[in-house]
């Protein structure tokens, strides 16, 4: 069993930065991960992922401003978001992709 643990959320305002960090209880090398978030009134919806080897897709909604990573030796999943919007606002969940396993979330608004 694996378990997740988000942090870095905050209040920001538009156009700043925040980096969420993932920590898992276990080695995730061979895992692929991802990053969720889910507005007030709006389904989960997946934002970012990143596979063992480390590549990157994102929705089309943060391309150019998030960028996922991850250290392995850290078991951890980083997501650094820049220009950040009001829309971007929700509770981010990194996920063991393919799995039962998700973090607790952590809380992202963007607003004056």
């Known amino acids: 069993q694996v378990q997740l643990v988000e942090s870095g959320g905050g209040l920001v305002q538009p156009g700043g930065s925040l980096r969420l960090s993932c920590v898992a209880s276990?080695?995730?090398?061979?895992?692929?991960m991802a990053w969720y978030r889910q507005a007030p009134g709006a389904q989960r919806e997946l934002v970012a992922t990143i596979t063992s080897g480390g590549s990157t897709n994102y929705v089309d909604s943060v391309k150019g401003r998030f960028t996922a990573s991850r250290d392995n030796a850290k078991n951890t999943v980083y997501l650094q978001m820049n220009s950040l919007k009001p829309e971007d606002t929700g509770v981010y969940y990194c996920?063991?992709?393919?799995?039962?396993?998700w973090g607790q979330g952590t809380q992202v608004t963007v607003s004056l």
């Open positions: 276990g080695s995730i090398n061979l895992y692929h």
């Open positions: 996920h063991v992709a393919g799995s039962w396993y």
